[in-house]
């Protein structure tokens, strides 16, 4: 069973930059695609980043270009770099990925506030 472990949340200033980390419990042979998605309360989740085997990435607009998911040499980490954060990305971070079944991160709070 693959359990994902993120790190890296935190508090932030407005215009800050913070970048997240997500590992796989071991190794993973086989991998669809990662994700990263958020919650902040009292809304539904969304996906903000997403990388689909091999390579090809992809970003919600709203994001304005401020977000890039990149994957680790060893295969079984993948990063969110968040740079010009604003106080509504204020949220808990999941990491996602998919290999042979839906795997989720326990998530990790960030908070943007001056």
């Known amino acids: 069973q693959v359990q994902l472990v993120e790190s890296g949340g935190g508090l932030v200033q407005p215009g800050g930059s913070l970048r997240l980390s997500c590992t796989a419990s071991?190794?993973?042979?086989?991998?669809?695609?990662w994700g990263w998605f958020r919650q902040a309360p009292g809304k539904e989740r969304e996906l903000v980043a997403s990388?689909?085997?091999?390579?090809?990435?992809s970003y919600p607009d709203f994001l304005m270009g401020r977000f890039t998911v990149s994957r680790g040499a060893t295969k079984n980490t993948v990063y969110l770099q968040m740079t010009g954060m604003k106080p509504e990305d204020t949220a808990v971070y999941y990491c996602?990925?998919?290999?042979?079944?839906?795997?989720w991160g326990q998530g990790t709070q960030v908070t943007v506030s001056a």
């Open positions: 996602y990925c998919y290999s042979n079944g839906h795997f």
């Open positions: 071991a190794r993973i042979l086989s991998v669809s695609s």
């Open positions: 990388l689909q085997i091999p390579g090809h990435t």
